[in-house]
């Protein structure tokens, strides 16, 4: 026969309560796991969507680059691409790609699409590219530095909406999701691209 004394029913009920908290907590942790995980891919999923449609509007802005169905307007320095002072050849050039809205009868107003800054010195090239939507935001960055071989050395893009970056990549390596954040660089990118857009509104008027 056993006898339970008073003291092993309350190590009992002590233990129980241990296995009970103990559960509750390991339900607890995964509950919060899994909403860290549902929260995380619902996020990868919302930055995925606005990279897509970022990427989509610049795709269509190269095309219509490339069909020469944008007006144009150049600055080059060096056009001849002489040696300059110091001896090495340099030459400096900006293109702005705009379009008017027709819809407008009078003074319709001018849509900056895209900017290319190029500046080449004998043995580099170093290249920048801005696209902007049709409410004057800057959407999109691509910058370029390469020797005279073409071979590429460095390579950043960032796609931006809202004034964040939404996605970035350093030589074609995407970079969005790790602990780098170019918030500091993409407001640089973003006032450079505000001044070039004024410097382009002032050779219109």
């Given at each position: 026969m056993f006898f339970v004394t008073n003291i092993d029913f309350e190590r009992s009920k002590k233990g129980v309560l241990i296995e009970i908290n103990e559960a509750a907590t390991m339900s607890y942790l995964k509950y919060v796991f899994l909403l860290s995980v549902l929260v995380c891919c619902s996020?990868?999923?919302?930055?995925?969507?606005?990279?897509f449609e970022i990427e989509k509007e610049c795709s269509y802005i190269n095309a219509q680059i490339e069909k020469g169905e944008f007006l144009l307007n150049e600055l080059k320095i060096n056009s001849n691409r002489l040696a300059?002072?110091?001896?090495?050849?340099?030459?400096?050039?900006?293109?702005?790609?705009?379009?008017y809205d027709h819809k407008i009868a009078v003074n319709p107003s001018a849509f900056l699409k895209a900017i290319i800054i190029k500046t080449e010195r004998q043995g580099t090239i170093h290249y920048k590219e801005y696209m902007y939507n049709n409410d004057g935001q800057c959407i999109y960055f691509n910058e370029v530095k390469q020797n005279s071989k073409n071979a590429v050395n460095e390579r950043l893009r960032i796609y931006i909406q809202n004034g964040q970056p939404v996605r970035w990549f350093k030589n074609d390596?995407?970079?969005?999701?790790?602990?780098?954040?170019?918030e500091k660089l993409t407001l640089t990118i973003l006032q450079t691209a505000q001044k070039l857009k004024e410097k382009f509104i002032k050779q219109l008027d």
């Open positions: 996020t990868l999923k919302a930055q995925n969507e606005k990279w300059l002072r110091d001896e090495e050849y340099a030459q400096y050039w900006e293109k702005y790609f705009y379009m390596a995407d970079v969005t999701y790790d602990t780098e954040k170019p």
